[in-house]
């Protein structure tokens, strides 16, 4: 381990797997779903730091964009294949998200995880200012607050998980539990998107849980809390209103042909079946004659997303599925489904929201669904229809939903049914999921978590427990 001096410098510092930037020319990567708005948000406002991984060949330095300091630390090929593809994308991924893909194990990988986390942790304890608060995010470095708390005692450690944490007997399956254990219990709060999770770690670290009074944290008995993500509304409803977007969401649904109907759904294709069982459900209802796909239009969006583990997405099986079904179903200059799977700008996406009449958000297992509340912010209107898995973090949130069992195909083909019903009126669910997401934005989240790292009064919203060592 290395010494530091604690020479001055940041206040707050952010760590994420990485930095949600495009070179060339240097600028932000906005994606749907993506909480990089909020965090880099935070960071601006606090006059911080965000580190964050990035591939080689890229070698850039530390660089200031719009108020955030962004400090790279660099993968080569063999860190990007073990860390990156490896470890985070093929035996943490299915572990967490329970996509329906098997975890692999590999002690390659595994050392390849432990390097990775510490150089992060590195360039934490260079950065932090002393007594700086250092908010780690999501899996891939669960092992940064326990090298941080031994580089920098005085820091104030927040670790935030995006991702669901598995039950218990899941997450020992894996051989860094221990070591993940010990890390993550070294830091000062643990936020989480639900109180399942909450309740899947305290069981993991075999504890109890109860209220905790306030100020009760300390190194070795951090504070738990829950604390649901969100989004920037008050960007998003800015840039649904703008002309260019009005005039692309008027444009595209003309090329579409205006159809009765326009559905719209947003993942990752990496997401194990979720995706392939919405592609069967709807090609039921398209061979059933339920749907016509005359009359209705079903857009699928295969985006990456902010987590380096969809660097590199396999889309094979999906692709070859939809071709088949616009084989049978489409028409000359009118397929069943439009499949998009490049990088869409912010404004294209919230053409898309508006443009679409619901949106079939239906993961087996996530963490928020961050999309599905971008598409209710863009509903200016309070027109539309959300179809929203009841596995979802958003579905606590999102009450108003057409909430499914995405295992239930028939149950999902019903709400799609139901959702291509002329939704061009306002709806009162769509009003109160508007109101919540305003009221509850990615600001609002971001100071939460952030009081409860300092040991502040959690609000109303949050779940806090005390684990007892």
């Avoid at 290395?2 to 949600?20: K, M, N, R």
């Avoid at 993500?229 to 649904?240: G, K, M, P, Y």
């Amino acid at each position: 381990m290395t010494d530091y001096d604690h020479t001055p410098g940041y206040d707050f510092v952010v760590a994420a797997a990485s930095l949600p930037i495009d070179s060339g020319p240097f600028r932000w990567r906005d994606r749907a779903g993506s909480i990089a708005r909020a965090l880099r948000a935070a960071v601006a406002d606090r006059g911080g730091t965000w580190i964050g991984c990035v591939a080689a060949p890229a070698t850039c330095e530390a660089a200031l964009l719009d108020r955030v300091w962004l400090d790279p630390v660099v993968l080569d090929g063999r860190d990007a294949d073990d860390f990156v593809y490896g470890h985070c994308a093929s035996t943490l991924a299915p572990l967490y998200l329970d996509n329906g893909v098997a975890p692999k194990f590999d002690s390659r990988w595994r050392a390849a995880y432990r390097s990775v986390n510490e150089r992060v942790a590195d360039a934490i304890a260079r950065s932090a200012a002393p007594g700086a608060t250092v908010w780690v995010h999501d899996y891939h470095l669960q092992l940064v607050p326990g090298y941080v708390r031994a580089r920098r005692p005085d820091a104030r450690i927040g670790f935030f998980l995006h991702s669901p944490f598995p039950p218990a007997e899941r997450f020992d399956t894996q051989p860094l539990r221990d070591e993940i254990r010990a890390s993550l219990l070294s830091a000062d709060h643990i936020g989480f998107q639900d109180e399942r999770s909450a309740a899947n770690f305290a069981d993991a670290i075999g504890t109890r849980s109860r209220r905790a009074p306030v100020g009760a944290t300390s190194a070795g008995r951090p504070r738990l809390g829950v604390f649901p993500v969100s989004v920037d509304t008050d960007e998003i409803q800015r840039v649904a209103t703008t002309p260019r977007v009005v005039q692309t969401s008027a444009a595209l649904r003309a090329s579409l042909g205006n159809p009765k109907a326009v559905l719209l759904s947003i993942g990752p294709p990496d997401q194990g079946e979720a995706g392939h069982r919405m592609i069967e459900a709807y090609a039921e209802l398209l061979a059933e004659r339920l749907i016509d796909p005359g009359d209705v239009t079903l857009i699928y969006v295969s985006v990456c997303g902010d987590d380096p583990s969809h660097l590199r997405c396999d889309r094979q099986r999906l692709d070859r599925r939809i071709a088949q079904i616009n084989g049978v179903h489409g028409r000359l200059g009118r397929p069943a489904v439009h499949y998009i799977h490049r990088e869409q700008s912010f404004a294209d996406l919230v053409a898309l929201y508006r443009t679409a009449d619901a949106l079939l958000a239906l993961p087996l297992r996530d963490g928020m669904s961050l999309a599905a509340k971008e598409f209710v912010a863009a509903r200016v209107g309070d027109t539309g229809r959300l179809v929203l898995s009841e596995f979802s973090g958003a579905a606590k949130d999102l009450s108003e939903a057409d909430i499914v069992n995405p295992n239930d195909i028939d149950q999902v083909k019903r709400a799609i049914v139901d959702a291509t019903v002329d939704r061009q009126r306002p709806t009162y669910a769509m009003r109160s999921m508007r109101q919540h997401v305003r009221r509850h934005d990615a600001d609002a989240w971001s100071r939460r978590v952030l009081a409860a790292i300092a040991g502040a009064e959690p609000t109303f919203l949050d779940t806090t427990i005390e684990v007892r060592l």
